[in-house]
């Protein structure tokens, strides 16, 4: 969440939010606030209003930024390919099997 604030902040538009298993998508722009307030309500992302979840893979998404956070090894060599962000920032727990990388 507070990766989502500072990136909002700067102008940034999230299109996608992944906790744990579960995955959504939001094509207008999403509020950090209005999540956040969503999950301590609701206690989790699951269907936040507006967004539509999703069983997509979001690491495969095309964007500039992708932020994974706080849930180590992510990105592994089995996946790495695949991610077609232009830019990986590690937000939390930084570990990858990946020479790549």
Avoid at 13 to 28: D, N
Avoid at 70 to 84: F, G, L, M, P
Avoid at 85 to 101: F, M, N, Q, T, Y
Wanted: hydrophobic fraction near 40%.
């Amino acid at each position: 969440m507070h990766t989502c604030r500072y990136f909002d902040r700067a102008g940034a538009h999230i299109i996608g939010v992944i906790e744990k298993t579960l995955r959504f998508t939001i094509q207008r722009v999403l509020i950090p606030k209005a999540l956040e307030e969503w999950v301590n309500q609701t206690g989790s992302i699951k269907d936040f209003p507006g967004a539509q979840n999703t069983e997509e893979n979001l690491l495969h998404y095309s964007c500039d930024i992708l932020i994974p956070c706080a849930v180590e090894k992510v990105i592994t060599s089995d996946n790495v390919n695949d991610i077609k962000a232009k830019i990986i920032v590690e937000g939390a727990k930084l570990h990858h099997d990946s020479p790549r990388i």
